[in-house]
């Protein structure tokens, strides 16, 4: 059996009752490490589970997943992810593996950040399309995110943004030459994803458009969702790159159309209350 167990958003308690009896009945569990992080390490989930851990990079699960099947042929096999395992769509192509080569497979979930961003209050039913920005280099800053948070709230709908994660990276010359040196893990800011967006705002209207999305939209910043020091707070798109979130994860929200409900609970976390006072009912048509 090929277990794909969903760790939760934290720590190493986050894992339900249900996948903690899994992974203990497992001859071999795989970590998978390259979608998302947890705020405590490998070591800390070996003690807790008592068992020892594969780390499994992208590499390993992109080159090797046939080697990991095989030995969920003959044995118990856990393959764990971060939050849930559907968070991301990696896993559903061992999923399709696992079945083609007629192994069975067994999909325990747990809390992601795609429902956890309703600790700040907006509803989950009220998001759009999530959407991910990615990290700009000088010659390469893609801007397709953007048409997509646009869109969300020009149909009244928050945007969720998933905020890049750079593990286990090459370098364009380390790459070319063949050589495994990797570059030192970077996870992408609330303030980061605000100033690209910022900057998109700023060129188009260079270009004589007027954005759906600008400097005094409400947004959301949310920092280790799930643990004991996660941090929210609201304001406009500008305060977003002023605001200091500390270390990873970071997610960032774009509002649309905001309830009064939502609008009251988005207080409890304002950067600056005033923010709110011409910004939150703005139609967005």
């Not at 405590?40 to 992208?58: N, P």
């Not at 643990?227 to 990873?248: C, H, N, R, W, Y």
Request: glycine residues 8%; contains cysteine; charged residues 20%.
């Amino acid at each position: 059996m090929l277990y794909l167990v969903g760790l939760g958003l934290g720590d190493a308690q986050d894992i339900t009752v249900k996948g903690l009896e899994a992974v203990r009945r497992c001859r071999r569990v795989y970590l998978e490490a390259y979608t998302s992080a947890l705020t405590v390490g490998k070591e800390a989930l070996e003690e807790f589970y008592g068992k020892e851990l594969i780390l499994a990079d992208r590499e390993t699960v992109e080159q090797e997943a046939d080697t990991i099947l095989k030995e969920a042929d003959v044995c118990d096999v856990a393959f764990l992810v971060v939050g849930d395992p559907f968070g991301a769509t990696t896993h559903s192509d061992l999923v399709l593996r696992a079945v083609k080569l007629g192994i069975p497979y067994k999909v325990i979930h747990n809390a992601s950040i795609m429902n956890a961003v309703g600790c700040c209050g907006l509803q989950l039913y009220n998001f759009g399309e999530t959407v991910s920005i990615v990290f700009w280099t000088d010659t390469w800053k893609p801007e397709s995110f953007f048409d997509k948070i646009e869109r969300n709230r020009q149909n009244g709908m928050h945007t969720l943004c998933l905020l890049d994660i750079k593990v286990k990276e090459q370098s364009l010359e380390n790459l070319m030459k063949g050589r495994k040196i990797y570059e030192p893990p970077r996870y992408m800011s609330v303030n980061q994803a605000a100033e690209q967006l910022l900057a998109i705002i700023q060129s188009r209207r260079l270009q004589g458009a007027e954005p759906a999305i600008t400097e005094n939209t409400i947004c959301v910043g949310l920092a280790r969702v799930g643990a004991p020091d996660q941090k929210i707070a609201s304001g406009t798109l500008s305060q977003m790159t002023t605001v200091e979130f500390g270390g990873p994860l970071h997610s960032l929200i774009v509002t649309g159309t905001t309830h009064p409900l939502e609008l009251e609970m988005l207080k409890l976390f304002s950067v600056d209350s005033s923010s709110f006072e011409n910004n939150a009912f703005q139609s967005t048509t």
